[in-house]
């Protein structure tokens, strides 16, 4: 029998590797390998790719950047289908962008600062894809996608693409509806303001430079590890709970914002769980506070 690694090679659809370990496609540097790994050349080519995939059965999980992944030592089972440069394209109308889900939002940001359009400057320093952005509605200083998505292209689990208007994606605070449906990001149309280009930079470098001054920015880590349950910060309960610097095999959680867990070097995602569940324990016990992780946990459980 044709295995599917097998006719999506023969399709010639994009890169298919087999057992490939994920720990080079996440930013904690951690993760074991995907049965299947699929990283498509264009969006035809993932639609046709789906078919196959939806006819086989075999479960299937797009990831982009890997900038807010922990997936586990004992790797993922299916296909994993990962949003790179065969989805980047840029094309703009007016003040309308339309641009790959595989497209580097630091990247978009950069390049649309420079040109004076205003929209992205919350985006300094967040290391996602745009299909990635657009799945957490990822944010920071006071904005996050739903203020600039226009609409956004979602390829369902039945092989049909669909739009989704900004209202049907259901935005909220690090949530948007395809945490339910499952959809894949495959293009977002974005809509962005025409501004002065000095200013929009200069707010680009302030958000930078904020983040390398709060965040361990240039150690492997996901990103904030919980989310804020607000009124407070999770990094300030953490903080308060005296677990700063504390570790488990190779994962610490960072001296520099009690809210990251860094790879020292050799963390395995047992590690990083480890301090997980350390903070939720202490943070209930202290503070009465059920916190919920951001960082999505993925992958067979050891
Ligand atoms: C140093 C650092 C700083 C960060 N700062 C911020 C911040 O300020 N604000 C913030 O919100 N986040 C931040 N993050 C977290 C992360 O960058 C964001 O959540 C980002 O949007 C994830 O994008 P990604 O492409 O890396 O997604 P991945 O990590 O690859 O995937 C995350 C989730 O999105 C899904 N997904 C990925 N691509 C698609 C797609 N095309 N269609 C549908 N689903 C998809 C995956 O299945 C998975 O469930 C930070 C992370 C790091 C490492
Ligand atoms: N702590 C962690 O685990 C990690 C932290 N980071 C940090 O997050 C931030 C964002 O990382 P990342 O998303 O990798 O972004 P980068 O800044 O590394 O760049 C991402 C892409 O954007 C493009 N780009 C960057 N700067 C410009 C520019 N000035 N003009 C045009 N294109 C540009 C590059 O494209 P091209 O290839 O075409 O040049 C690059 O591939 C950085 O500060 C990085 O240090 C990143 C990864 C992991
Ligand atoms: C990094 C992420 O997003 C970040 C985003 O970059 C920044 C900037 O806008 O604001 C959020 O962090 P944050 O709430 O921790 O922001 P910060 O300004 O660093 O800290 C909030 C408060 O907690 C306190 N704080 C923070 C860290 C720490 O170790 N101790 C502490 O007391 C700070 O002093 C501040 O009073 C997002 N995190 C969440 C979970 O909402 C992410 O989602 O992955």
Redesign the pocket.
């Known amino acids: 029998m044709t295995t599917l690694a097998e006719q999506l090679r023969a399709e010639n659809l994009g890169k298919v590797l087999e057992n490939e370990p994920l720990k080079h496609y996440t930013?904690?540097?951690i993760g074991g390998p995907a049965d299947l790994f699929f990283e498509p050349d264009s969006t035809d080519s993932l639609k046709k790719a789906m078919r196959y995939i939806k006819d086989s059965g075999v479960p299937f999980r797009a990831i982009g950047?890997g900038?807010n992944l922990l997936v586990s030592d004992e790797g993922i089972e299916g296909v994993v289908i990962k949003l790179g440069d065969g989805l980047d394209e840029l094309v703009q109308n007016g003040d309308e962008f339309t641009v790959g889900g595989g497209y580097?939002?630091?990247?978009?940001a950069?390049?649309l600062s420079?040109q004076g359009y205003s929209g992205l400057e919350f985006s300094?320093?967040?290391?996602?894809s745009v299909g990635g952005a657009v799945f957490m509605n990822a944010g920071a200083h006071g904005s996050d996608m739903s203020k600039i998505l226009k609409k956004a292209l979602v390829l369902m689990p039945d092989g049909e693409l669909k739009w989704y208007t900004n209202e049907e994606m259901e935005f909220s605070y690090r949530t948007s509806i395809l945490q339910k449906t499952g959809g894949i990001c495959v293009e977002a149309v974005l809509v962005l303001e025409k501004g002065d280009r000095e200013t929009i930079m200069a707010e680009l470098k302030k958000n930078?430079d904020y983040?390398?001054n709060t965040?361990?920015?240039?150690?492997?880590?996901?990103?904030s590890v919980f989310r804020n349950p607000l009124p407070n910060y999770a990094g300030q309960l953490i903080e308060s709970s005296g677990l700063k610097g504390t570790t488990v095999g190779g994962a610490q959680i960072s001296d520099m914002h009690a809210n990251f867990i860094?790879n020292t070097g050799d963390a395995k995602a047992a590690d990083v769980l480890g301090l997980i569940s350390l903070i939720k324990k202490k943070i209930k016990e202290l503070h009465n506070i059920d916190i919920e992780t951001e960082v999505e946990i993925i992958g067979r459980k050891s």
Do not use: E, F, Y
């Not at 580097?104 to 978009?108: G, H, M, T, Y």
């Open positions: 930013t904690l540097k950047r900038s580097s939002i630091v990247k978009l950069t390049v420079r300094a320093g967040i290391p996602g930078k983040r390398r965040q361990p920015w240039n150690h492997p880590c996901c990103g860094v």
